[in-house]
């Protein structure tokens, strides 16, 4: 039998989750052993096959036309969609911004703030990301497994894919979640 293949991503976060993956230490070996890790943010392959993957994961909330394209096509190649972390389950901190008009956060961002030049100008190109109110992934997507905490621990993370290589959904018992 073939090892499922597994694709992760980060959207609006801090890359914690990943962090967090890492923090499985030498657990990463029996992991590879189970799955066939296709693309990540840490590897040198950044897109999930264009042929699919059987479990995609993604790490933070979206807040601009960037994140939506690809949680999109994350969602289309793969099988199960988890996503990871409290930005990717309800927002999280990025979601802060939400309080704010868009224009009044840019503004701040890249006019206001004591550490920009006199001349601070907000971004403008056609290239760029439109940015728009910050949501959880499942607002934008289906997800078939959602994994809380921020970040989630190595160990819950260790458990989910596991549990996925296998072919079981992951059932995460609060008494399972360990918060940091």
Not at 41 to 69: C, F, H, Q, R, Y
Not at 92 to 109: C, H, S, T, W, Y
Not at 127 to 146: G, I, Q
């Amino acid at each position: 039998m073939s090892k499922p293949k597994v694709a992760t991503d980060w959207l609006a976060g801090c890359a914690g989750c990943h962090m967090s993956f890492l923090d499985i230490d030498e657990r990463i070996v029996n992991l590879v052993e189970l799955v066939d890790l296709r693309s990540s943010p840490i590897t040198d392959l950044k897109e999930p096959d264009s042929s699919g993957v059987d479990v995609g994961i993604l790490e933070g909330g979206i807040n601009n036309t960037a994140n939506e394209e690809v949680a999109h096509k994350m969602r289309q190649r793969c099988k199960i969609l988890v996503a990871l972390g409290d930005c990717a389950v309800f927002g999280g901190v990025p979601a802060m911004r939400n309080f704010f008009k868009i224009e009044d956060a840019l503004r701040r961002a890249y006019i206001e703030t004591e550490s920009t030049d006199a001349e601070g100008k907000i971004p403008d190109d056609p290239e760029l990301a439109k940015p728009t109110r910050v949501r959880a992934v499942s607002e934008v997507v289906k997800v078939d497994v959602f994994v809380p905490g921020c970040p989630p621990s190595a160990d819950i993370i260790y458990y989910v894919l596991s549990e996925l290589a296998q072919g079981r959904i992951p059932v995460l018992k609060d008494e399972r979640l360990q918060w940091h």
